[in-house]
Nanobody
Framework: QVQLVESGGGLVQAGGSLRLSCAAS????????MGWFRQAPGKEREFVAV????????YYADSAKGRFTISRDNAKNTVYLQINSLKPEDTAVYYC????????????????WGQGTRVTVSS
């Protein structure tokens, strides 16, 4: 089992920045690729970014390229999502997830999920 706890969400004005964190406990954190997804009200959960176990490989959704940066610190068992130049359309609950051995782009590929952290961007 892997337990994931997100933090760092909140209310921010458009143009601002946030850094989301996801702290992991349980099994060996470095065994897992880690992804970030988001779910806006009334919409399906969508892929944002994923990072390999070593941090050497990352993939981003087209909507995230240029403004989002995923990173991880295996010594701290934590994965981060830096979001810059926030837009109202970034408003969503952001979830981190753990995927053993792969760089999944779809929710069903992930084994463990956090409870989410809410990001609200005002215009």
């Amino acid at each position: 089992q892997v337990q994931l706890v997100e933090s760092g969400g909140g209310l921010v004005q458009a143009g601002g920045s946030l850094r989301l964190s996801c702290a992991a406990s349980g099994r060996t954190f470095s065994d897992y690729a880690m992804g970030w997804f988001r779910q806006a009200p009334g919409k399906e959960r969508e892929f944002v970014a994923v990072i390999s176990w070593s941090g050497g490989t990352t993939y981003y959704a087209d909507s995230a390229k240029g403004r989002f940066t995923i990173s991880r610190d295996n010594a701290k068992n934590t994965v981060y999502l830096q979001i810059n130049s926030l837009k109202p359309e970034d408003t969503a609950v952001y979830y981190c997830a753990a995927d053993r051995g792969r760089l999944g782009l779809y929710p069903h590929e992930y084994d463990y999920w956090g409870q989410g952290t809410r990001v609200t961007v005002s215009s």
